[in-house]
């Protein structure tokens, strides 16, 4: 059971683990892909915007050609008049920042930013000759090439056009701001679901683990339960039996005051049987919260004092003491009696239970009361508590280990019912305690109001 569960446990990280990393491969190769495809993207808005202007390269714009033959037959000073205005010229910035957006939205990026520039290009040395058109933030974006993507486009007169070699030649530029983060921003949605679903899974597979071995816990528990019990209930049984055996005996049954003693034995374990199985009932009506608190106004002090006398024996057998200091100014409560004092007597029997062998037990109670709180503090110098039996300790059947190493008995039921029963009494408690050194239990009570 144990072993399918560590397996099972291994095999889901696994592949938990393989799935989120495959999922991250994805969406980096989503991501690439997605860049290739913006960058491309980039490409054809400015192979438009390129083609486009391209047509008027290369024109004359104002000057009708006048079918005159000798208007073909230029100098060089009706060449330089004659030069084809240059698209720089022809066009505004605002109309090439038009054709651009245009571009750009037919490629759907139109939520993209960019900057441009259009410039002549001296071919000789290969080198922008001359900025015409630019935008405003060109030169500082075209600078950044981490962030942003610079692309451009040649315009030269087309060839074997009039105007082939006396057209200035010209690019045009443009820097797209931001673009990969772009590609990534368009991808969002899809990033965000896997995580989304990656988170749920994880969440899940935790959940499903801390149930496994919250119930593998609470089997265990269950299990020490019942070995418990079955303790408990043997030593009557065989008490008992014994004491019947011994009963047959001729010479027994003869002599009345041997019987008297035998079936006082029987009385006494059926009666340890009894008590042993009401404390199981009473957990299970607790747990179905069935039980009626009788409240009414108690004296703390009072109580506190015959429950310590109760436990003058028990005490002396283990050469123990308990103190008392009780110091509240006002000790009264409202509070079912019987409930009460079950619930001292638990604290107290546990402080008896889990003390040092060797070391003489001294139990310290000790009451205080503020304006609307009576706190009752029960303290031991016994076994005391790890960590994990302080946070465990109120938990239905819960017994430290160490409870049953030296082989003191219980179910494991008193300290929950003691928490029940204080809430019920709208208290609290809580609990200190240092391992080897001791416990000390701490109970708050409301005190008593008067009704107005
Ligand atoms: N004063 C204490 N010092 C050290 N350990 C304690 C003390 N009180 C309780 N514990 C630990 O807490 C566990 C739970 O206590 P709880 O009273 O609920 O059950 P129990 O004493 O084992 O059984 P029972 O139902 O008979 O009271 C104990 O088994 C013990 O390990
Ligand atoms: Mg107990």
């Known amino acids: 059971m144990k072993r399918i569960f560590t397996v099972i446990t291994i095999l889901i990280s696994i592949s938990l683990i393989g799935i989120i990393f495959i999922q991250i491969s994805w969406l980096r190769n989503m991501i690439i892909l997605q860049e290739d495809q913006v960058t491309d993207k980039i490409q054809q808005a400015l192979n438009i915007v390129g083609d486009d202007l391209r047509q008027y390269k290369g024109n004359y714009m104002s000057l009708n050609r006048t079918g005159n033959p000798n208007a073909l037959m230029f100098d060089d000073l009706t060449s330089e008049f004659l030069k084809p205005v240059t698209l720089g010229k022809r066009f505004s910035g605002a109309e090439i920042d038009q054709k651009i957006r245009e571009a750009f939205k037919k490629v759907k990026l139109e939520k993209m930013n960019y900057e441009f520039m259009l410039a002549t290009f001296s071919p000789r040395t290969d080198a922008v000759a001359r900025a015409e058109r630019i ?4 030169a500082r974006e075209f600078e950044d090439s981490v962030n942003n993507l610079q692309r451009s486009y040649p315009l030269f007169a087309p060839s074997g056009s009039a105007a082939e070699n006396l057209a200035e030649d010209e690019v045009l530029s443009i820097v797209a701001l931001n673009w990969k983060s772009f590609a990534v921003k368009s991808l969002k ?4 679901t896997a995580v989304i679903f990656t988170i749920i899974i994880i969440t899940a597979f935790y959940l499903t683990v801390r149930t496994m071995l919250r119930q593998k816990k609470l089997g265990e528990i269950k299990n020490d339960f019942i070995n418990n019990m079955t303790h408990e209930f043997k030593t009557p049984i065989a008490t008992i039996s014994l004491a019947v055996d ?4 001729e010479k027994v049954l003869q002599d009345r005051t041997k019987i008297s ?3 006082s034995i029987i009385k006494e374990e059926n009666q340890r ?9 009473k957990a299970s009506q607790l747990e179905r919260q069935e039980v009626d608190l009788n409240m009414q106004p108690l004296h703390v002090h009072k109580v506190i004092t015959d429950v310590v006398e109760n436990f003058a024996l028990q005490l002396h057998e283990k050469q123990g003491s308990a103190e008392l200091s009780l110091q509240a100014a006002n000790d009264l409560i409202n509070a079912d009696e019987v409930h009460f004092s079950n619930l001292i007597n638990n604290l107290i029997d546990n402080a008896v239970k889990y003390s040092k062998e060797n070391v003489p037990l001294k139990i310290k109670l000790t009451t205080t009361s503020s304006d609307k709180l009576l706190t009752i503090r029960v303290e031991d110098n016994g076994i005391g508590m790890s960590k994990e039996t302080i946070k465990r300790v109120f938990e239905r059947f819960y017994r430290a280990h160490t409870g049953n190493l030296h082989n003191v008995k219980g179910f494991g039921l008193g300290l929950s019912y003691v928490k ?3 809430e019920g009494h709208g208290g609290a408690v809580r609990v200190d305690s240092v391992l080897g050194r001791g416990s000390i239990f701490i109970v708050d009570f409301p005190l008593y109001k008067e009704k107005a």
């Open 261 to 263: 003693y035998f079936s």
């Open 246 to 249: 011994a009963m047959k005996n």
């Open 273 to 281: 049987m009894n008590r042993q199985v009401e404390t199981i009932l």
């Open 189 to 192: 949605y899809r990033i965000l």
């Open 420 to 422: 029940t029963m204080v």
């Open 135 to 138: 935008s405003k933030n060109f």
